[in-house]
T-cell receptor, first 116, second 117 residues
Framework: KAGVTQTPRYLIKTRGQQVTLSCSPI?????VSWYQQTPGQGLQFLFE???????NKGNFPGRFSGRQFSNSRSEMNVSTLELGDSALYLC???????????????FGAGSRLTVL | AQTVTQSQPEMSVQEAETVTLSCTYD???????LFWYKQPPSRQMILVIR??????QNATENRFSVNFQKAAKSFSLKISDSQLGDTAMYFC??????????????FGKGTKLSVIP
């Protein structure tokens, strides 16, 4: 069973550019969450998508956005990049069965973004 | 807002020995879940163990066990018979219902564990 796949694994951008990161969840998983990991702030929740709808959002500026497609694949976009956006962006998927409470998240390997 | 505190930024343990990683959290919720995740140098975050707050019995997974003290809001992880492959960052995480069917994780800053041969 394939795990959570994130592309690209590494990318370098300059300030002011935009970036799109992709996440393919485990087959059958309908929920996709995104987290930002930095040395200073640690792991912070960005947003969660379920059945193509954003159902939760963290405390990030509007430059951070995302979407989910009908096949559950998700993308996140960061516009007008700033130096502080340099981070490891982690995607996680879960089956999200409503009756089972908090489901276990399975994480991808992450996309390492460097902003110069 | 919930907070998770891991007071030990770094720890080391001899191979085959036992080590305990500390985690405390703050919440006003009565129903929630706690997790320990492991992030090896290769970066892929892996679930180690999960605990549901309403279950008084401490969760165990092979060499990994937790000491869940709900009143004290403490959730420590014990690793027995430490192995070289246990070298990693360990994150304690908390979640409770956020509405609309969603649960978001709040992570601690992590503890870097090194297993010494």
């Amino acid at each position: 069973k394939a795990g959570v796949t994130q592309t690209p694994r590494y990318l370098i951008k300059t300030r002011g550019q935009q970036v799109t990161l992709s996440c393919s969840p485990i087959s059958g998983h309908r929920s996709v969450s995104w987290y930002q990991q930095t040395p200073g702030q640690g792991l912070q929740f960005l947003f969660e998508y379920f059945s193509e709808t954003q159902r939760n959002k963290g405390n990030f500026p509007g430059r951070f956005s995302g979407r989910q497609f009908s096949n559950s694949r998700s993308e996140m976009n960061v516009s007008t990049l700033e130096l502080g956006d340099s981070a490891l962006y982690l995607c996680a998927s879960s089956f999200a069965r409503v009756t089972s409470g908090a489901n276990v998240l399975t994480f991808g390997a992450g996309s390492r973004l460097t902003v110069l | 807002a919930q907070t998770v505190t891991q007071s030990q930024p770094e720890m080391s343990v001899q191979e085959a020995e036992t080590v305990t990683l500390s985690c405390t959290y703050d919440t006003s919720e009565s129903n929630y879940y706690l997790f320990w995740y492991k992030q090896p140098p290769s970066r892929q975050m892996i679930l180690v163990i999960r605990q549901e707050a309403y279950k008084q019995q401490n969760a165990t997974e092979n060499r990994f066990s937790v000491n869940f003290q709900k009143a004290a809001k403490s959730f420590s992880l014990k690793i027995s018979d430490s192995q070289l492959g246990d070298t990693a960052m360990y994150f304690c995480a908390f979640t409770s219902y956020s509405g609309a069917g969603s649960y978001q994780l709040t992570f601690g800053k992590g503890t870097k564990l090194s297993v010494i041969p």
